[in-house]
């Protein structure tokens, strides 16, 4: 907010220097971003007196004009201006001078008379939007003057918290300043002479939601007379960062920047009349359909949960953010309707984010409003206008809500103050601070309660007697709420720096376990074995889960970590299709990344990704898990002088779930088939377990799902794991096994089985039935063909036995292969090879 402060010394005595106060600004919460000199720009333009006017004697339309500026000889200036004559004192810009926009102005001829500077419009100084004129200085302005040292002003730009409306205005920040420098802050006078027909005779005003507008008060103006505003109200506002229009608007302006009270003013005269010939006014949401031309001449569509200002015939304004242009108030304007309400602000932030319209009066609404200013906005900005424009202000005012809530009491314990602080003012201390922003206060009523919390639920505790006081919040305060909020104002007034700094003289506490410590150990495990972290956005479209069909349950066999198979989460407001549901799983969005990489020429991808799946639970709350998910495609490897390039397969998915296991310590995984289809290749996925630390399915994309993505890799690898301890966890220590005295004896096996045996039936009897002595056991072939016969296969184990306290004999190895193969030809009808 830009704080002009001369403008400012109408509500308080500046007793700073603006450097001085910009500090003290910032050091009560209010950062002063920017110090500006306004009217610097003005170089060398100084205050003249118009000695002659006459014709220029070669050209109609120009002047030759003499003008004295102080001592010296008068100047022979040309100038194109009709409103000037002889006595007048204008600006002077001297030859060598610097206007605004980086204007020079020299000694020039013009049509063979030589012009020894320029006489100033408002408008080219900026102080004024008058450019059709020269700009006419009261009589007594001093000649020769310099116009920066006569109109020239500081201006703060002061960053106003959003928990401060009420400090958005010249008025709220005078409170600060006088709270900074002990100077009295005065509110401006509310003149307002009634000299007009009843209110209730000529307008009416109906509000059919009192929660989206609490308050609506009306006034009227009748017999304006439309023209600019005093010329120090348009340097204000233009020093304010706003545009002077007119009087009567800028009335509006003036008392928002004043009192920070958003008003707007409607042309009665193109307001729909009753059946009693009122004006009639209707707060309301939008209908289907309707539209309306704001005052920046867009024609707008407005949605029905938009609150509107309307008549009979329809839609004026968008309440709180900008007004309509067949309402505006132009120079026909003769009677005119001041609006001054309180409407909700959530409705009023969400209405201005819709139509991309952030105005100065939505900024205000959004941050809430005073009730009582509704009334006093009304009353000024209707004195305002009958002092600029003229008129007779209708007696009284259309009122909806008349009743003004009075001061709210907020308990603190100046004990509990201390210690939230690290200070030790006593009571008396405290009240004096709060004295200083028109907060008094006095000793609790015996029995009351203490709020400490006010979001999402009232919390509040007991007090002893004597121990609370009593903080009476003036209305224009809400954002002091709890008791917290009383001490934040005590060491704000106090002052941030009085606060000595103490070093906590509390034990440290003991070293916790990293709960990223899993994620962390998979992360660096994956990348040593070639594989490329990404991280992709959750939100996703919508056709992605439908495409591709993940079955988000296959990996509840690790407890905790359990998904839920309900409908996709749907952003409310996304910002577009291709981010509108969070995911269900996250080999889609791998998936993705494949596809960008192919486009990029890049077709030899091994990437992975720990991220989380969503859905919505069976009482339609959101669901949450953790998923470790990789996927490979292309080649492996590029070739080697020992070895050519080859192509990812299944072994290499199963390889890196092999992995994981070992990082975390899980037992070996098994692999049984998974033969659903789709997304996985049938008979070529997996459903792996590694005891109940790790789960979920691997194998091959099925043909359908990649043509859906418009891959053009022939073979992909994917998987989806679900991993205990991958929300939040630990890896298990390490623990050495000593290296055995005896050395272990390996014995391929190699078993003929049926065609439709699975690999992993046989591994599981092996190890089911191998004896104590049995210290792995692992495929390491698989044949058909000649001599097997059709629909047989032969799988080749290799298995490794050892025992701690001997070295054992071959007959004892020859014997356990024996157990081996008699236990797999019991369960699948194997034979030996041989």
């Given at each position: 907010m830009r704080v002009p402060l001369d403008w400012l010394r109408d509500y308080v005595d500046l007793q700073l220097d603006p450097e001085a106060l910009a500090e003290r600004l910032t050091?009560?919460?209010?950062?002063?971003?920017?110090?500006?000199?306004?009217?610097?720009?003005?170089?060398?333009?100084?205050?003249?007196?118009?000695?002659?006017?006459?014709?220029?004697?070669?050209?109609?339309?120009?002047?030759?004009t003499t003008v004295r500026v102080g001592a010296g000889e008068p100047l022979q200036i040309v100038c194109g201006a009709t409103n000037i004559a002889p006595g007048q004192r204008v600006p002077v810009a001297l030859p060598g001078?610097?206007?605004?926009?980086?204007?020079?102005?020299?000694?020039?001829?013009?049509?063979?008379?030589?012009?020894?500077?320029?006489?100033?419009?408002?408008?080219?100084?900026?102080?004024?939007?008058?450019?059709?004129?020269?700009?006419?200085?009261?009589?007594?302005?001093?000649?020769?003057?310099?116009?920066?040292?006569?109109?020239?002003?500081?201006?703060?730009?002061?960053?106003?918290?959003?928990?401060?409306?009420?400090?958005?205005c010249l008025v709220g920040l005078a409170r600060e300043v006088a709270a900074a420098t002990g100077a009295s802050?005065?509110?401006?006078?509310?003149?307002?002479?009634?000299?007009?027909?009843?209110?209730?005779?000529?307008?009416?005003?109906?509000?059919?939601?009192?929660?989206?507008?609490?308050?609506?008060?009306?006034?009227?103006?009748?017999?304006?007379?439309?023209?600019?505003?005093?010329?120090?109200?348009?340097?204000?506002?233009?020093?304010?960062?706003?545009?002077?229009?007119?009087?009567?608007?800028?009335?509006?302006?003036?008392?928002?920047?004043?009192?920070?009270?958003?008003?707007?003013?409607f042309d009665a005269g193109a307001?729909?009349?009753?059946?009693?010939?009122?004006?009639?006014?209707?707060?309301?949401?939008?209908?289907?359909?309707?539209?309306?031309?704001?005052?920046?001449?867009?024609?707008?569509?407005?949605?029905?949960e938009t609150l509107l200002i309307a008549d009979a015939n329809g839609p004026l304004a968008i309440a709180g953010v900008m007004g309509g242009a067949a309402s505006e108030v132009a120079e026909s304007t003769v009677d005119v309707i001041i609006e001054s309400a309180v409407f909700d602000p959530v409705s009023i932030r969400r209405t201005a984010f819709r139509y991309a319209l952030r105005s100065e009066a939505s900024l205000r609404f959004e941050k809430g409003q005073e009730s009582r200013l509704a009334r006093i906005g009304a009353d000024r900005v209707a004195g305002l206008i009958a002092t600029w424009a003229g008129g007779s202000v209708a007696a009284g005012r259309i009122d909806t809500a008349p009743d003004e809530a009075g001061p709210a009491r907020v308990g603190y314990r100046p004990a509990r103050v201390n210690r939230l602080l690290g200070t030790s003012l006593d009571p008396d201390a405290q009240a004096a601070l709060l004295a200083r922003v028109g907060i008094e206060s006095e000793p609790a009523t015996a029995g009351s309660n203490v709020l400490?919390?006010?979001?999402?639920?009232?919390?509040?505790?007991?007090?002893?007697?004597?121990?609370?006081?009593?903080?009476?919040?003036?209305?224009?305060?809400?954002?002091?709420?709890?008791?917290?909020?009383?001490?934040?104002?005590?060491?704000?007034?106090?002052?941030?720096?009085t606060v000595s700094g103490k070093t906590p003289d509390t034990s440290m506490p003991h070293v916790r376990p990293n709960p990223l410590e899993l994620r962390d150990g998979l992360r660096h495990a994956l990348a040593a074995a070639g594989l490329v972290e990404v991280v992709t956005p959750a939100l996703v479209p919508a056709s992605q889960?439908?495409?591709?069909?993940?079955?988000?349950?296959?990996?509840?066999?690790?407890?905790?970590?359990?998904?839920?198979?309900?409908?996709?989460?749907?952003?409310?407001?996304?910002?577009?299709?291709?981010?509108?549901?969070?995911?269900?799983?996250?080999?889609?969005?791998?998936?993705?990344?494949?596809?960008?990489?192919?486009?990029?020429?890049?077709?030899?991808?091994?990437?992975?990704?720990?991220?989380?799946?969503?859905?919505?639970?069976?009482?339609?709350?959101?669901?949450?898990?953790?998923?470790?998910?990789?996927?490979?495609?292309?080649?492996a490897g590029p070739p080697a002088w020992n070895r050519p390039a080859r192509p990812f397969d299944l072994d290499d998915a199963k390889g890196v779930v092999d992995l994981v296991g070992h990082v975390l310590g899980l037992p070996e995984p098994l692999f049984t088939l998974h033969a659903d289809g789709a997304p996985l290749h049938p008979g070529r996925a997996a459903l792996a377990m590694a005891g109940q630390g790790c789960a979920g399915l691997v194998g091959e994309l099925h043909p359908s799902i990649g043509a859906?993505?418009?891959?053009?890799?022939?073979?992909?690898?994917?998987?989806?794991?679900?991993?205990?301890?991958?929300?939040?966890?630990?890896?298990?220590?390490?623990?050495?096994?000593?290296?055995?005295?005896?050395?272990?004896?390996?014995?391929?096996?190699?078993?003929?089985v049926p065609e439709s045996v699975?690999?992993?039936?046989?591994?599981?009897?092996?190890?089911?039935?191998?004896?104590?002595?049995?210290?792995?056991?692992?495929?390491?072939?698989?044949?058909?063909?000649?001599?097997?016969?059709?629909?047989?296969?032969?799988?080749?184990?290799?298995?490794?036995?050892?025992?701690?306290?001997?070295?054992?004999?071959?007959?004892?190895?020859?014997?356990?292969?024996?157990?081996?193969?008699?236990?797999?030809?019991?369960?699948?009808?194997?034979?030996?090879?041989?």
């Open positions: 050091l009560l919460g209010f950062e002063v971003k920017g110090l500006e000199r306004w009217g610097s720009e003005w170089r060398n333009v100084v205050v003249g007196e118009l000695l002659t006017v006459e014709k220029h004697p070669r050209a109609d339309r120009l002047s030759l001078a610097l206007l605004p926009g980086n204007r020079a102005i020299e000694r020039t001829e013009k049509m063979g008379v030589v012009s020894n500077g320029m006489l100033c419009s408002g408008d080219e100084l900026r102080l004024s939007v008058d450019g059709e004129g020269i700009l006419i200085l009261p009589a007594g302005t001093p000649l020769g003057a310099a116009l920066t040292d006569l109109y020239g002003d500081w201006v703060l730009d002061v960053d106003v918290k959003p928990n401060r409306g009420d400090a958005l802050a005065r509110f401006p006078e509310v003149g307002l002479t009634e000299d007009g027909a009843p209110i209730d005779q000529v307008l009416a005003v109906h509000v059919e939601d009192p929660g989206l507008c609490p308050r609506f008060v009306g006034r009227m103006v009748r017999g304006v007379g439309v023209a600019p505003s005093p010329q120090d109200v348009q340097r204000r506002l233009l020093a304010a960062g706003m545009r002077p229009v007119s009087n009567v608007v800028d009335a509006t302006n003036y008392a928002m920047l004043e009192l920070g009270k958003p008003t707007h003013a307001v729909a009349r009753d059946a009693s010939g009122r004006a009639g006014l209707l707060v309301r949401t939008a209908g289907a359909g309707e539209r309306l031309e704001t005052l920046d001449h867009v024609e707008r569509s407005l949605s029905e400490i919390a006010a979001d999402p639920t009232l919390h509040d505790v007991a007090v002893g007697p004597g121990e609370a006081r009593e903080a009476i919040v003036p209305s224009w305060r809400r954002d002091l709420i709890v008791e917290a909020d009383i001490a934040e104002e005590i060491v704000r007034l106090a002052g941030y720096e889960a439908a495409a591709l069909g993940w079955p988000v349950r296959a990996a509840d066999g690790v407890p905790g970590e359990q998904a839920v198979d309900g409908p996709v989460v749907t952003v409310t407001n996304p910002l577009s299709e291709r981010h509108s549901v969070l995911r269900r799983g996250v080999v889609g969005s791998l998936l993705d990344v494949l596809a960008l990489n192919e486009r990029h020429g890049r077709a030899d991808v091994a990437i992975f990704e720990i991220g989380k799946g969503y859905a919505q639970a069976p009482d339609g709350s959101p669901a949450e898990w953790w998923r470790l998910a990789f996927l490979l495609a292309g080649s859906a993505w418009d891959l053009r890799a022939e073979r992909v690898f994917v998987a989806e794991l679900a991993i205990a301890g991958l929300a939040g966890g630990q890896l298990a220590p390490v623990r050495v096994v000593p290296i055995g005295r005896f050395p272990p004896h390996e014995r391929d096996i190699a078993l003929v699975a690999a992993a039936d046989v591994l599981a009897t092996l190890r089911a039935a191998g004896g104590t002595t049995l210290r792995r056991v692992g495929l390491f072939d698989i044949y058909r063909g000649t001599p097997l016969a059709a629909g047989e296969k032969s799988l080749a184990w290799r298995a490794v036995f050892a025992a701690e306290d001997r070295a054992l004999a071959d007959d004892e190895v020859d014997a356990e292969v024996g157990r081996l193969v008699a236990a797999t030809a019991s369960a699948h009808g194997s034979r030996l090879r041989t």
